[in-house]
C-alpha cells in the first residue's frame, strides 16, 4: 500500500509539474484562430484515441517501475483524459509557440525541435501512416529545469492501423523529478492495449 501511495503522489506531482510548466505561457490552450495549426494536431489525435478507448473499454497490460520495482497488472482504466493527459499537454499549437520549433522532414517522418529553452517540450517526432494525415507513432522529450526543480520525460505512443484508423496499441512514460535537496526519482509506465 506504502508503493502505491508513493507512486501515486509522484506520478501526480510529476503530472502537476508538467502541467505547471505548459501553462506557464499567458494563454496556453487558445490556437490562432482561423488559420491551419502548423504543426501536428497532437491534442486532436490523442482526443479521438480517447473516445475510441472509451467507447471500447479494452484491458490494458501495465507495467510500473518505481525505484527499480517493475509491477506488471491487467486492468480497465475508467479514465483515459486522465490516462493520456501528458500527452494532451505536450501539444505544440499553442498561440505562444507557434513560430518556436523548427520542422524537419524525411519521408513519413516530422520532427519538431525547439528553437528557445523555455518551451517544455523540447522535441517530438511523429511517423505518419500510409496516409501522411495519422499518426502511426509519436516520441516527445519534455522537460523542465529550473534552480528549484528538474523533471524530464520522455512519451511515446505506437497505432496500428484497424478498420482504416491508427488506434493506440501502446504508450510509455519514463521520465524522473529532481527537488531540490532531494534525490532524483524516476518513474516508468509502459501499457499495451489489448
Not at 510500473?64 to 505536450?90: C, D, G, P, V
Not at 518556436?100 to 520532427?111: S, V
Not at 517530438?124 to 500510409?130: K, S, Y
Request: proline residues 2%.
Amino acid at each position: 500500500m506504502k508503493m502505491k501511495n508513493w507512486l501515486h503522489n509522484s506520478f501526480l506531482l510529476c503530472s502537476i509539474m508538467t502541467l505547471c510548466g505548459l501553462m506557464a505561457c499567458e494563454n496556453p490552450n487558445k490556437t490562432v484562430a482561423g488559420t491551419a495549426k502548423p504543426y501536428f494536431d497532437l491534442k486532436g489525435f490523442v482526443q479521438t484515441q480517447i473516445t475510441w478507448l472509451n467507447q471500447q473499454q479494452p484491458q490494458v497490460k501495465k507495467q510500473i517501475r518505481n525505484e527499480s520495482k517493475l509491477i506488471t497488472k491487467t486492468l480497465a482504466i475508467k479514465n483515459w483524459e486522465k490516462e493520456l493527459h501528458m500527452f494532451i499537454n505536450a501539444d505544440i499549437n499553442k498561440a505562444a509557440l507557434i513560430g518556436t520549433y523548427d520542422i524537419t522532414k524525411e519521408g513519413k517522418t516530422i520532427k519538431y525541435t525547439t528553437k528557445e529553452g523555455k518551451n517544455s517540450v523540447k522535441e517530438m517526432i511523429v511517423e505518419l501512416g500510409n496516409d501522411k494525415k495519422v499518426a502511426k507513432s509519436v516520441k516527445i522529450t519534455v522537460g523542465n529545469d529550473n534552480v528549484l526543480f528538474a523533471s524530464g520525460t520522455k512519451l511515446s505512443f505506437q497505432c496500428q492501423n484497424k478498420g482504416n484508423n491508427y488506434r493506440i496499441t501502446t504508450y510509455t512514460i519514463d521520465g524522473f523529478q529532481k527537488i531540490i535537496m532531494r534525490d532524483k526519482r524516476p518513474y516508468f509506465i509502459h501499457a499495451e492495449v489489448l
